[in-house]
């Protein structure tokens, strides 16, 4: 069985998150160095530390609405407050003693997280899972005006990556990467999202 732990890109300070959006959203956002319109704060909005798990979700920045990759600098102290906030999207029995208290809960959250395979370079599942964290209207403006330090367009690199690939170059692309280490999760919070 693989593991539920969350591997990121992170420093003293801060975690990189990362997200894909149409073009004129992430032109607003680069260009404003936060999230502006036409970002919605009336929708959730989902970040996810692991690069690779996006690459696959957004099929390399190909899928129609997904054309661009932001990675996304927020605070750890914001990120640890999500992960203190939030409720997994189904009802682990190491979180909690039943469904019936996992819908009371879930019903009430305003961050829900989920743990997705973690994929390969070449978008193989694998049987660790990847966190992603949803967030809701009611704490999209924190992320978006108090944690957010940094936003930036990390496009051309999937691009390059990608085109490595196709080229058979695999240990050219590997190397490019975004290096990710295991998250060092304070224990309270980790038993609260299902974490090991």
Request: hydrophobic share 40%; proline share 6%.
């Amino acid at each position: 069985m693989g593991t539920h732990q969350i591997r990121a890109r992170y420093d003293r300070d801060s975690i990189t998150v990362y997200q894909a959006f149409r073009p004129e959203i992430a032109d607003a956002a680069c260009a404003a160095g936060r999230f502006v319109p036409p970002f919605s704060r009336e929708r959730m909005t989902w970040i996810k530390p692991s690069f690779l798990w996006l690459m696959a979700r957004s099929d390399w920045a190909r899928k129609p609405g997904q054309e661009r990759v932001l990675a996304v600098r927020i605070t750890r102290a914001g990120w640890e407050e999500a992960l203190s906030l939030a409720v997994p999207t189904h009802p682990d029995r190491r979180v909690f003693r039943d469904s019936g208290e996992w819908r009371r809960r879930f019903a009430e959250s305003v961050v829900h997280v989920q743990w997705d395979p973690e994929r390969t370079l070449r978008g193989a599942k694998l049987e660790d899972r990847s966190i992603q964290i949803g967030l809701s209207r009611h704490v999209i403006d924190r992320y978006a005006d108090e944690w957010t330090l940094e936003i930036e367009d990390r496009t051309p690199l999937v691009r390059k990556i990608h085109r490595l690939l196709q080229e058979g170059r695999t240990r050219q692309a590997r190397d490019l990467l975004p290096e990710e280490r295991l998250y060092p999760l304070p224990g309270h919070l980790a038993g609260g999202i299902g974490a090991d």
